[in-house]
């Protein structure tokens, strides 16, 4: 059974800092890999996919790397906002098309002004 | 991307009583959905796959008498929580796959007393 758990929970920094957020998974065998972002009682929005045979996506101030043989995954965010602010929510995809996502429990974002 | 909403976004009801959550797509016929339900300070779990015009898929642990889904149309559909208790109390979001990124509904946060 697919595991993913994302280190830290929780994380306060201030703004301009650069950041690291990370997702491990425990079976490799996966079809891609999402990051998204969650507001508090909002829905999810998509922020990056990787595919599998990936090494890294990169949109704006985000990047994420995949590190499929160790189960690794990091989300990069370059000089934070206070509008970075937000739950951020690792998804591995085991099966093709990716559907049938398995969530981390996320990592809370906090960005001082 | 993919526009999904989901009515309501808020619900309140006794124990006992039925509650029935849409999910629509707005700009794009999805012939397969996702429900998901998020516990307070937990990820979101995957209950079951929805498709259009045939029974839907649960996952392992969630019962199917008792969240009912219902996807008659391919931009429609419904997850029914029969006989609500307190346990229930969750947030539901539904998501679709219009290719290999899943976009998500805003989510319905249900509350049961």
């Known amino acids: 059974k697919q595991e993913v758990t994302q280190i830290p929970a929780a994380l306060s920094v201030p703004e301009g800092e650069n950041l690291v957020l990370n997702c491990s998974f425990t079976d490799s065998a996966i079809y891609n890999l999402q990051w998204f972002r969650q507001d508090p009682g909002k829905g999810l929005t998509s922020l990056l996919l990787?595919?599998?045979?990936?090494r890294e996506q990169t949109s704006g101030r985000l990047n994420a790397s995949l590190d499929k043989s160790s189960g690794r995954s990091t989300l990069y965010i370059a000089a934070s906002q206070p509008g970075d602010s937000a739950t951020y929510l690792c998804a591995v995809g085991k099966e093709t098309s990716g559907s049938r996502l398995t969530f981390g429990e996320g990592t809370q974002l906090t960005v001082n002004p | 991307g993919a526009v999904v909403s989901q009515h309501p976004s808020w619900v309140i009801c006794k124990s006992g009583t039925s509650v029935k959550i849409e999910c629509r797509s707005l700009d794009f016929q999805a012939t397969t959905m996702f429900w998901y339900r998020q516990f307070p300070k937990q990820s979101l779990m995957l209950m079951a796959t929805s498709n259009e015009g045939s029974k839907a898929t649960y996952e392992q642990g969630v019962e199917k008498d008792k969240f009912l889904i219902n996807h008659a149309s391919l931009t429609l559909s419904t997850l029914t929580v029969t006989s609500a208790h307190p346990e229930d109390s969750s947030f539901y979001i539904c998501?679709?796959?219009?290719?290999?990124?899943?976009?998500f509904g805003p989510g319905t946060r249900l509350l049961v007393l």
């Open positions: 998501s679709v796959l219009p290719r290999e990124t899943q976009y």
């Open positions: 990787i595919q599998s045979s990936q």
